[in-house]
């Protein structure tokens, strides 16, 4: 079992920066992929980005050259998401997810999310 808890959400002016964390504690396979998805009211869950535990990065085509995801293999394996250049429609929930196979066996963890809000 993998814990995630996710930090840094909150309500930003169009043009500001957040960032967000997601830290990780349990039973975490040292090959993994961390993502973060957002979900906007009436919308379905968008993935954002994701990053390998090799350090290799994707990005949805609306936040490239916007949004950075990083990593810090620690103990605490924690996932940043800075977000520059927030614009309204970058409001939703921001999920963080863990992902990784073990065995032939895909497992998925999620966190609680955390609510990002761009409005002046």
């Known amino acids: 079992q993998v814990r995630l808890v996710e930090s840094g959400g909150g309500l930003v002016q169009p043009g500001g920066s957040l960032r967000l964390a997601c830290a990780a504690s349990?039973?975490?396979?040292?090959?993994?992929?961390r993502a973060w998805y957002r979900q906007a009211p009436g919308k379905e869950r968008e993935l954002v980005a994701t990053?390998?535990?090799?350090?290799?990065?994707?990005y949805t085509d609306s936040v490239k050259g916007q949004f950075t995801i990083t990593r810090d293999n620690t103990r605490s394996a924690t996932v940043y998401l800075q977000m520059n250049s927030l614009k309204p429609e970058d409001t939703a929930a921001y999920y963080c997810?863990?992902?990784?196979?073990?065995?032939?066996?895909?497992?998925?963890?999620w966190g609680q999310g955390t609510q990002v809000t761009v409005s002046s």
């Open positions: 349990g039973g975490i396979f040292q090959i993994n992929t």
């Open positions: 997810n863990h992902h990784q196979r073990i065995g032939g066996v895909d497992y998925d963890y």
């Open positions: 990053i390998t535990s090799g350090g290799n990065t994707n």
